[in-house]
Every structure is written in C-alpha cells, then in structure tokens.
C-alpha cells in the first residue's frame, strides 16, 4: 500500500487506477516495483481467503463454536480477500502475468481443497476445505477478469455454508448426548449415522445445503459455479478440465458427508459413553426443541426442600450432574428417571 501511494500519491482507488494506468502508458514507473507491491498485495488476500499456500490456517480455526465457524466462512474472514481481489482488478489487469498467478492459484486451490475434504473425518474441517475448495473457483473467475461471477459465487456460497455449518453445529451438539464435550467423537463422521430420525430438520436443511454446493439447478450456487466454469473454456481448456473435474469432486465429498452423518446406523457404542447406559438419544432441532420418546421420564427443573430456598437441582442430582458434566461450559436440560 505505501509502495503504491509513493508511486501515485494517493489512497483512492479511482486515483490509484488513473495515475497507475498513465504512468505505465507513458513507461514513467519502475515496473519490477509495481509488480512486487501488487505481488505483495495479492499475498496479502491469498492469506486472508486460504488459498495456496496459505491455506493451513482456516481448517484450525475450526476449534471455535460453530456459529462462529459459520459467520467466518460465510461473510467475514474468508470474504475480505477475494473482495480485494475483486476491488483491485483494475490495477492487476495493467500488470502482466500477475492476472495468470492470480488464476493459477485459484485453480490450485480448488483441487487441493476438494481433494483434502475427502479424506477428513471431521465433518467441520471437511467443511473448512469445502469452503477453501469454493474460494479457489473465486479466485480463479477473479483470474480470468470475470469478477462478477466470482462476487456472484461468494454471495451464493455464504448462503450454502452458512446453512451447513449451522446443521454441523446441531449434529455436534445432538451427538455430545451421547459421547460427552469430545470434539474428537462428537465432530466425528465415522461414529455418525442414522440421525435422520432423531435431527430431521436438520438433516432436511443440510441436504438443501449440500444439493446447492453440489450446483443441482436450481439452487443458488448452480447458477454461479456454471458461470465460472463456462468463463473457464473461454480462458483455459486445461484449467477448465481441473474445474469441470473438481465439481465432480465436490458432489462426490459432500455426498459422503451427508451420508456418513445422517444415513445408515449409529455407529457409535453406548457403553462408551460416560453417563447413565439408559440414557435415551434425544433429538435436537433447529429449533433448539429437546423432545423425550418414553412416557416414564420428566423434567425435574426446581427442587425445594423444607428448610433450604430454590434451585434448580438437588443437592444429590447436582453433585451427579458436576460429576458426568465436568469441563462442559454450557448447561443442559437433563432428564432423570423417576424411581420410588
């Protein structure tokens, strides 16, 4: 940034682009320099949007709650570098080669992203590289100068992932009934399966998630990645292959993670888990609705004893509850069997 107000003396954008383009016009400007600041630019969004080689950090920031991993890859973190691409493509244009790094990036990163989403068992750091995966078909239409393709995808796309890492959270959270606050187990695709019955508002909103990742018509993320892979035959056959090749890809790694997480049957073992074995699995909707299947159980939400004032717990219940419940942050509503 202080390399180009040296070059033009100014911050404004529609300045920077007039002064840059009549200087380079006349051949008044050292252009090695030009082209390192704009290189430099463009390091500093390939950091921020996760691409190659960048790319490690976004997967690790998935130890965060959930809505925060939503907000993150739908319309802040990941959203500013592509944004700055997209603001500073007239400036790049004026650069040559700089557009074919910008492309050659962006196509890296979507098969490297697709390709590491298959092979995680996690299902929000498959998730991550999904996101990752999306943002390279970003980068790469911001390559071949369509950018409104690549803003068109970025809206589409935050919508998609938004929906999906909001039905992660609630798998998650309706799978730590069962395994305890692990994010080892309870972010495990391997011990999911046969949620369908017990999350079907989420397993509902996250097929809709998964079918416009996947671009079936004529959902909102079809209309976009067809764009882009249409642009790419245009620019590059070869890089129009890995993109046609890649969203094959995508269908085929979402797929398996809408399958591992709500069909087939629970994997998971109950005699692992570290509460009561005759606990119940009990669904945990969008809607935040914890519903209980068997007549004998009830809520116990306020004890009172003769001579002590309110709480919520006996002092017996919750000397338990602390117990199977210690290091949890958060407080649940349990269900207690009621024995005479």
Partial sequence: ???????????????????????????????????????LLFAGAVAKSAQFPLHVWLPDAMEGPTPISAL???????AAGIFLVARLLPLFILIPYI????????????LLGATL?????????????????????????????????????????AYSKALLFLGSGSVIHSMETLVGYSPDKSQNMVLMGGLTKHVPITKTSFLLGTLSLCGIPPLSCFWSKDEILNDSWLYSPI????????????AFYMF????????GHLNVHFQNYSGKQNTSFYSISLWGKGCSKRINKTFRLLTMNDNE?????????YQNIRKRNRGRPFINIVHFDNKK
């Fill in 117 to 157: 989403a298959l092979a995680q068992k996690d299902i929000k750091r498959a998730l991550a590289y999904s996101t990752m995966s999306q943002l390279g078909y970003m980068m790469l239409a911001l390559g071949m100068g369509s950018y409104r393709s690549a803003l068109f995808h970025l809206i589409t796309h």
């Fill in 72 to 78: 993150i890859h739908a319309a802040t973190m990941v």
């Fill in 256 to 263: 398996r993670i809408y399958l591992l997480t709500f069909e």
């Fill in 1 to 39: 940034i202080l390399g180009f107000y040296w070059i033009t003396g100014s911050f404004e954008f529609r300045d920077l682009f007039e002064i840059l383009n009549n200087l380079i016009y006349n051949n008044e400007v050292n252009f090695p320099f030009v082209t390192l600041c704009a290189a």
């Fill in 309 to 317: 004032s309110f709480s919520f717990f006996s002092k017996k219940t």
């Fill in 99 to 110: 557009m074919n790094f910008i492309s050659l990036i962006g196509i890296i990163t979507v």
């Fill in 239 to 250: 890089f129009a292959i890995i993109a046609w090749a890649t969203a094959g890809l995508t």
